[in-house]
Every structure is written in structure tokens, then in C-alpha cells.
């Protein structure tokens, strides 16, 4: 089964941005859907964001115009840029191999999480 590894979390000010890495140990071109998750202290895991193999993309309403999900399939890797940053995007976020269908994502395999901390 496919591993997924993220990257590029880390201490960012209100208003910064930062890109987030998803590397699969193997080719994503198969695979349905990925998304992005995240789960602040306390929380559910919330969808944020999801890109299909054809390249389409949803997001939540929470992140919509601040976030953008892209794969490249050449380097096995889904990113997510994250722009305008807030206090409660602070949590833990995890990438995902899933299947997108009918309107909805179902996770699969989840990479180990990186978190974001949003402060001044």
C-alpha cells in the first residue's frame, strides 16, 4: 500500500503563508482522489481540501480562496499551498489517498501528519 509522507508544516505569523508536501512511496497517477485534512486540539478531522486524478478540485468552505491543492504525478507529490493564514488554522494536518465519487471523498490511506501553528 502506498505510504504518504508530509512536509513543510511549521511556526507561521497571521497573515503568512506556508506550502505543505504530501510524497507517495509509489505513482499517484492511479489513484482516485487526495486530500487534505486537518484536526486542531480538541476537534474533528476536517476535509479540506481534495484534488482528483483528472485535476479537479473541491474544498471546504472554511479555506476556499486561501488554500489550493495541486498534484504533480511526475513527482508522486500533492501539495497545499496555504495562503492568508489564521489563528484557528492551527492543528495538525494529514495528507490522504482516497477515492472521489459522487460528490464525495472517502479516505483511504493517511500519511503520519504535519502541524501548523499559526502565532504571533
Known amino acids: 500500500q502506498v505510504q504518504l509522507v508530509e512536509s513543510g508544516g511549521g511556526l507561521v505569523q497571521p497573515g503568512g503563508s506556508l506550502r505543505l508536501s504530501c510524497a507517495a512511496s509509489?505513482?499517484?497517477?492511479?489513484?482516485?482522489?487526495m486530500g487534505w485534512y486537518r484536526q486542531a486540539p480538541g476537534k474533528e478531522r476536517e476535509l479540506l481540501a481534495a484534488?482528483?486524478?483528472?485535476?479537479?478540485?473541491n474544498y471546504a468552505d472554511s479555506v476556499k480562496g486561501r488554500f489550493t491543492i495541486s498534484r504533480d504525478n511526475a513527482k508522486n507529490t500533492v501539495y497545499l499551498r496555504m495562503n492568508s493564514l489564521k489563528p484557528e488554522d492551527t492543528a495538525v494536518y494529514y495528507c490522504?489517498?482516497?477515492?472521489?465519487?459522487?460528490?464525495?471523498?472517502?479516505?483511504?490511506?493517511w500519511g503520519q501528519g504535519t502541524q501548523v501553528t499559526v502565532s504571533s
Open positions: 484534488v482528483t486524478s483528472g485535476g479537479s478540485t
Open positions: 509509489e505513482s499517484i497517477f492511479s489513484i482516485n482522489a
Open positions: 490522504n489517498a482516497g477515492t472521489y465519487y459522487s460528490r464525495t471523498y472517502y479516505p483511504g490511506r
